[in-house]
């Protein structure tokens, strides 16, 4: 999971990384946080990574971009993106309903209060549509699960393919990756290849035609399975 934290205030943005280290006990493989110290700084990183991240700590007073002005950016490109305002002007907090704000944190922060609400984001983002991870060159990747079209094996290498085109590959099974995608959304139809059902355009007897035109083989071991578990999937819709 990827977090955004922006404040220009350094003490607050190193308070608020450590609180995010405790809820997640330490455990790195799990997030990634980048600091900014202004709106700017961040509105620049989203220029060539949109959508990296999932959450966003933003401090409302800043110079440049305030908090508000970047999270109305951060929104018009990305409607799932949790956004979390800190302040020390609690009448702030009415202006920032129109980004759809998540939460507050009042300044100076009660680190209980403010675990809590750190806590309960992380949750709401596992829960509404599942995540998948991989550290790819010492560096975490993080994806919603309606983000991912198929994952194929090669090798010793996994590719992820995702809904905006682009590719990302790193080592790993096709084992453990089933396992981050078990449920109905996703079905295995090939020895190498794991696809989302969302994704399917046409279904045909020994193929699959996905959206983007991709044409994938169903092999004779995942011939049954796959037909099942796709009738499944439309009795559900």
Do not use: W
Not at 114 to 133: D, E, H, M, N, P
Not at 142 to 157: A, C, D, P, V
Not at 176 to 202: C, M, P, W, Y
């Amino acid at each position: 999971m990827n977090i955004a934290i922006c404040d220009d205030d350094r003490l607050m943005s190193g308070q608020i990384e450590k609180l995010v280290e405790q809820v997640f006990h330490g455990e790195t493989s799990k997030y990634n946080t980048e600091v900014f110290f202004s709106g700017d700084r961040l509105l620049d990183f989203l220029e060539q990574s949109p959508n990296y991240f999932h959450m966003y700590l933003l401090d409302i007073e800043m110079e440049g971009a305030d908090g508000l002005e970047t999270a109305a950016r951060i929104r018009e490109a990305d409607s799932d993106a949790v956004i979390i305002f800190m302040t020390s002007h609690a009448e702030l907090m009415s202006e920032a309903f129109e980004v759809l704000a998540f939460q507050f944190i009042i300044k100076p922060f009660d680190h209980e209060k403010t675990s809590s609400i750190l806590s309960a984001a992380v949750r709401y983002l596992q829960k509404r549509k599942g995540v998948f991870q991989f550290v790819s060159q010492k560096k975490i990747y993080t994806f919603f699960l309606n983000q991912i079209r198929y994952i194929e094996s090669s090798g010793r290498k996994i590719f992820l393919h995702t809904i905006d085109g682009e590719n990302y590959e790193y080592y790993g099974t096709l084992k453990d990756a089933r396992e981050q995608v078990k449920g109905i959304l996703f079905a295995q139809i090939h020895n190498s290849i794991i696809i989302n059902l969302e994704s399917l355009s046409t279904v045909e007897s020994n193929f699959v035609y996905l959206k983007e035109g991709e044409k994938l083989p169903i092999s004779k071991k995942f011939h049954a399975s796959f037909h099942e578990q796709f009738q499944q999937f439309i009795l559900s819709r």
